[in-house]
């Protein structure tokens, strides 16, 4: 059974966050066109945004741009979508990857398993992988647009639709009071294009080592990162302090 199939709902409210989410994409545009990027992990939830920015014609060079990091590490299933996304909507993917010398020097120094023999190893490959290529992604931009939920996750139930970043640029969270049932309603609505590997019971999908499925009854995020705390299952992209301990929304309702 695919996930469109599990999760496809069309819950009360529905157009109105819709409408919402394209009016603060809209806005977004307006306001940073051409140094604003959509900072995809080509996980649905972006998936979802990359189809409204496209379908709303706010991509491209003076809109929004989709880039995406490509770590290495990711499954082939994942960077299978870059060119569906090229050949769906037309619009160009800026692919951002981690120094090839300092992945050989921390893989030799280390070894490839690095990430599960501490918390500062993990945190030190997440660098390398993903923070420094995010900040060559984010260089002479104003904005981003992320597709976080607060259903992800407890360190995620609080987040607002936009916030300053902390490094001078705003962050657009568009969807964040979207529920899992919205988002796939979204996908099966619009046949918009998504990772396989989320029929596998996988909601949150990032490097290959750091991604297993989920049971029913856990959270979105528990098959990342899944030997640690939760309070650390966060790669540095998104870091809140503070998190609340409620909220956490299970994966395997259908609402």
Not at 75 to 98: C, D, M, N, W
Not at 197 to 216: K, N, Q, W, Y
């Amino acid at each position: 059974m695919s996930a469109i199939d599990l999760y496809a709902r069309k819950t009360p409210g529905f157009e109105d966050r819709l409408a919402h989410t394209v009016a603060v994409l809209k806005e977004a545009a307006a306001a940073h066109g051409g140094r604003i990027v959509q900072s995809t992990s080509l996980g649905v939830e972006d998936m979802v945004l990359t189809d409204l920015i496209a379908r709303h014609g706010l991509g491209g060079d003076k809109g929004i741009a989709i880039a995406t990091l490509d770590t290495g590490m990711l499954h082939a299933e994942t960077l299978a979508l870059i060119p569906r996304i090229e050949q769906r909507y037309g619009l160009a993917v800026e692919v951002f990857k981690p120094v090839q010398e300092s992945v050989i020097h921390f893989v030799a120094t280390n070894g490839k398993d690095a990430m599960y023999q501490s918390l500062e190893l993990r945190k030190a490959c997440c660098g390398l992988r993903k923070m420094e290529p995010l900040a060559r992604m984010m260089a002479g931009r104003s904005a981003w647009v992320t597709g976080l939920r607060r259903e992800q996750s407890n360190t995620r139930a609080v987040v607002p639709f936009s916030e300053d970043d902390g490094q001078g640029r705003i962050k657009f969270n568009p969807l964040a009071d979207w529920s899992w049932n919205d988002v796939w309603h979204h996908v099966a609505t619009n046949d918009v294009p998504y990772n396989p590997l989320h029929d596998e019971f996988m909601p949150s999908i990032g490097c290959a080592p750091c991604t297993r499925a989920i049971a029913v009854g856990e959270d979105f995020r528990a098959g990342r990162w899944w030997w640690e705390d939760e309070k650390a299952k966060e790669c540095g992209l998104h870091v809140k302090e503070d998190a609340p301990e409620g909220a956490v929304s299970m994966i395997g309702e259908k609402r």
